[in-house]
């Protein structure tokens, strides 16, 4: 069973950034296309980052231009570097694969922006 566990979440001010990470264990990480995920107080989770094992990345609207999502096979991690934030960016952030199949969600890390 893949465990997922993410971290580096906090309260930040409007403008300022974050680095989030998520470590899975288990194996053929490589070659699973993950993504960052976020949910919002009586909102549905969303998808905001992509990224595949090759590198590739796409992003939703809401977040393009602002947030980097990137990899390290070797440790097995993904991870979300967000800058500009807003206090609509505040949620729980979740990382999984980006595919109909998912993993146990983790337990998520939150992330607070004061106006």
């Known amino acids: 069973q893949v465990q997922l566990v993410e971290s580096g979440g906090g309260l930040v001010q409007a403008g300022g950034s974050l680095t989030l990470s998520c470590v899975a264990s288990?194996?053929?990480?490589?070659?699973?296309?993950m993504g960052w995920y976020r949910q919002a107080p009586g909102k549905q989770r969303e998808l905001v980052a992509t990224?595949?094992?090759?590198?590739?990345?796409k992003y939703s609207d809401s977040v393009k231009g602002r947030f980097t999502i990137s990899r390290d096979n070797a440790k097995n991690t993904v991870y979300l570097q967000m800058n500009s934030l807003q206090p609509e960016d505040t949620a729980v952030y979740y990382c999984?694969?980006?595919?109909?199949?998912?993993?146990?969600w983790g337990q998520g890390t939150q992330v607070t922006v004061s106006s």
């Open positions: 999984n694969r980006d595919t109909t199949l998912k993993y146990l």
């Open positions: 288990g194996s053929f990480f490589s070659s699973i296309p």
């Open positions: 990224v595949t094992g090759g590198g590739n990345t």
